[in-house]
C-alpha cells in the first residue's frame, strides 16, 4: 500500500510540473526559421549576456544584456522595450541562452507589465539550440536597448 501511495505521490508531482512547464507559450526553432525568411514582424527580445550576443543573435533582435532577469537593473533593461512593445501588436520573440529560467522570467515580468500574454513566446532551446546558424549574425546588428 505504501508503494502504491508513493506512485500516487511522485505521479502528482510529475503532473504538476507538467502543468507549471505548460504556462509559457514557445515558438520551434523551425517555425522561427519560417518567420525569419518569410519576413513576419515580429519583436525579438534578446536578453542574452553582452559576450553572447556579441557572438551570435538575431538580425534586429532588441539587445536588452538582461539575463537572468533577477535583479532590478535586468528589469529595468527589459523596461526600456516597452514603449516599442506597447506600440505594436507583433508577436514578441523572447532569446536567451538556453530557453530556461531568464526567459521564463522575461516573459513572465513582460506579462506584469500588460503585455499580452498571447503575443510571447520563448525561442525553444534558446541561442544555444538554434541549429540555423546561417540566420543568425555576430558582432553589433541589433537595436540596443532603445
Known amino acids: 500500500m505504501k508503494k502504491r501511495g508513493l506512485f500516487f505521490l511522485l505521479l502528482s508531482l510529475f503532473v504538476c510540473r507538467l502543468a507549471v512547464a505548460g504556462d509559457y507559450n514557445f515558438v520551434k526553432t523551425d517555425d522561427f526559421r519560417s518567420w525569419l525568411q518569410d519576413g513576419k514582424k515580429v519583436a525579438i527580445i534578446d536578453i542574452q549576456p553582452a559576450a553572447d550576443f556579441q557572438k551570435q543573435h538575431f538580425r534586429g533582435s532588441i539587445e536588452t544584456n ?12 527589459l523596461d526600456m522595450t516597452l514603449p516599442q ?27 506584469s507589465k500588460g503585455i499580452d500574454e498571447k503575443r510571447l513566446l520563448i525561442l525553444e532551446g534558446g541561442m544555444q539550440g538554434w541549429p540555423h546558424k546561417n540566420l543568425v549574425e555576430a558582432g553589433k546588428h541589433g537595436n540596443k536597448g532603445l
Open 66 to 77: 538582461a539575463y537572468p532577469v533577477k535583479s532590478d537593473e535586468s528589469r529595468q533593461r
Open 85 to 111: 512593445l506597447t506600440a505594436s501588436t507583433d508577436a514578441i520573440v523572447i532569446v536567451c541562452p538556453r530557453g530556461g529560467g531568464g526567459a521564463k522570467a522575461t516573459y513572465d515580468y513582460l506579462k
